[in-house]
């Protein structure tokens, strides 16, 4: 594409493709925003899972492989490990759609620079998604490989756990991101963090089986995306996956990822194009 | 009538609003105006805060739809067509929205790709551009230490890289001290002298009188008046206006004895008389004649803050 061609007749974004290369622009954005500070993250996304699957897996795993004996079936480490994998992709989500949407409005600004050229809402929306699923994808990647230096999976299927992890995020991100982007203020975020990625952090069957809960609260396990996201990866990392179930862990999590999508279509329409 | 400049039917019409409305809620922001923008034309819209500039500038901008009215830009419906449109269009929003942790290269990269280009063709025009704003030798230095000066010229570089037919102005020197305002309005000159269609808001009267060829004055969300500043200031005010300043405790009475001076028009502000008069000089040598001391006196030409004071009864930075 000429520059002259691109003045004089501008690509008018139609339906499928041309849509898509619209949200690429946006997401070359965080491209470029994110060579500034590519090297802290892929540094904390390689120290972070060392430390968890170090101290849980090997440290609290050498105690509760003793006490536990086989109740789980399997070590410790090889049981949490996958838990971790989805955790991760929740923690990575509520990280990079919540401040940076926020900060996209409010500090930077760079959605209203974007939304004043040929970019509409939906564009800049779905370029931010996109850039997301690449943090998710190398966040819960290095996780994964993490994994297998540890020799914490029990399966070839585990590598399928990478995608899957990536899915649990997305049940998450892109209502986090219709969310946040109506907000004027962060105070809310650490509310949010606190009292419900904590809560789904500790009791999504993460870090013991679900059964282990009263059972008053074992529903509202069943309800976490984090939960079916647990679940789908442990099975693939310990050789244990029935088709029906995998298909019902993955329905709700893209159920969730559609709601999301089709909520922050509106929410960014609103916000960006008032 | 709007439309009256445009007699000669040879200016191609750029931008056009017919009963152009924006609510925002049960508010009205805009109520109903009409205006065209011919090509080549600097066309202002001036008017003290919350008039309805702003709301009005995103409606050509095409990022607000009108609530109701008709709006057609570049013979296009910024509804349906607003990429299209945008992509010929040149912004500089009120804020800067600049990346400041970005290098100033940098940031006309990343805006240059929103519109499609190709780096090779970035890469050049923002060499050109950063030597037309005078910012060359900060090209890849980071944005956030640059002056409040320096970041306006970036967010006007940064406007130009898709070459804009229409630019569009959101108050382009609020904020900025004297010195760095009167580069702004050098370099916006230039891009006049050019030909490009340059389309601003603002609030400082004398930024319009300098820049405008036209301008239309708005209050409350309607346009109050229409015409060139020359047009309006003898349309609205007299030629001269001799400014009193009495001690505080005298204003009231002096203002009262002044009615009865031969003056066009008076008004009594909170600190300062107006006299509005064909020769200042000449009012002032009848104020002496009333028996009347003022502690200061100025004669000076009629300005578009008079126009605004006659149409509103109030000030432009009220």
């Known amino acids: 594409m000429t520059a002259q061609a691109t003045r004089t007749a501008p690509a008018a974004p139609g339906r499928g493709g041309a849509r898509w290369s619209f949200a690429v622009r946006e997401f070359r954005f965080w491209l470029t925003d994110y060579r500034r500070t590519w090297r802290g993250s892929v540094i904390s996304s390689v120290l972070g899972p060392l430390l968890y699957l170090g101290a849980l897996g090997a440290g609290l795993g050498s105690l509760v492989n003793r006490h536990a004996g086989g109740t789980l079936g399997v070590s410790y480490l090889t049981f949490i490990a996958p838990g971790m994998l989805a955790a991760t992709a929740m923690q990575t989500a509520f990280g990079e759609a919540l401040y940076p949407v926020l900060g996209s409005v409010k500090w930077v600004q760079n959605y209203f620079a974007a939304v004043a050229s040929p970019l509409r809402p939906a564009d800049v929306f779905r370029g931010h998604l996109l850039f997301v699923v690449l943090r998710l994808t190398m966040n819960c990647g290095v996780f994964l490989a993490l994994i297998a230096v540890f020799g914490a999976t029990r399966s070839p299927l585990a590598i399928a756990s990478l995608p899957v992890a990536v899915l649990t995020g997305l049940a998450f991100t892109p209502a986090l991101m219709a969310w946040a982007v109506t907000r004027t203020r962060d105070t809310s975020f650490s509310v949010l963090m606190r009292f419900v990625m904590v809560p789904l952090f500790l009791f999504s069957g993460t870090f013991f089986p679900v059964t282990r809960l009263p059972g008053w609260l074992q529903p509202v396990a069943y309800v976490s995306p984090l939960w079916h996201g647990v679940e789908l990866c442990r099975t693939l990392s310990l050789g244990t996956t029935d088709l029906g179930g995998a298909a019902v862990h993955a329905a709700y999590l893209l159920a969730l990822a559609a709601a999301g999508y089709a909520a922050a279509l509106r929410t960014y329409a609103r916000r960006l194009h008032e | ?318």
């Open chain 2, 1 to 318: 009538m709007p439309d009256a400049d445009q007699a000669d039917g040879a200016a191609e019409i750029l931008v056009r609003a017919r009963g152009l409305t924006k609510r925002f809620g049960d508010f009205p922001a805009v109520v109903g105006i009409d205006f065209s923008i011919s090509r080549g034309e600097a066309f202002g819209f001036l008017g003290p805060n919350g008039a309805g500039k702003s709301s009005t500038m995103r409606m050509i901008g095409c990022v607000s739809p009108p609530t109701s009215g008709e709006l057609t830009i570049l013979g296009l419906n910024p509804v349906t067509d607003g990429p299209a449109i945008r992509a010929r269009l040149g912004v500089v929003p009120q804020e800067n929205t600049l990346d400041l942790e970005l290098t100033v290269r940098e940031n006309l990269l990343v805006y240059g790709r929103y519109f499609g280009l190709p780096r090779a063709v970035i890469r050049e025009r923002s060499a050109m551009l950063l030597d037309f704003v005078q910012l060359s030798d900060r090209a890849g230095d980071q944005v956030e230490p640059l002056s409040g000066g320096m970041k306006r010229r970036l967010v006007i570089a940064r406007s130009l890289i898709n070459e804009p037919d229409i630019l569009l102005l959101d108050e382009p020197t609020t904020g900025l001290d004297p010195q760095a305002r009167h580069i702004v309005w050098d370099r916006l000159f230039r891009l006049k002298q050019r030909g490009v269609t340059l389309i601003l808001t603002t609030h400082y009267m004398d930024e319009a009188e300098q820049l405008c060829d036209r301008l239309v004055v708005m209050d409350g969300g309607r346009i109050a008046a229409e015409g060139s500043p020359r047009a309006l200031i003898q349309r609205y005010s007299t030629p001269e206006v001799l400014e009193l300043r009495f001690d505080p405790g005298d204003h009231e009475q002096a203002a009262e004895k002044l009615r009865g001076l031969p003056a066009e028009r008076l008004e009594v502000l909170a600190d300062r008389v107006l006299i509005y008069t064909t020769n200042g000089d000449e009012a002032l040598a009848a104020v002496g004649g009333l028996g009347l001391e003022p502690l200061t006196s100025l004669a000076r030409r009629s300005t578009l803050e008079d126009v605004f004071l006659r149409l509103t009864g109030r000030h432009l930075d009220d």
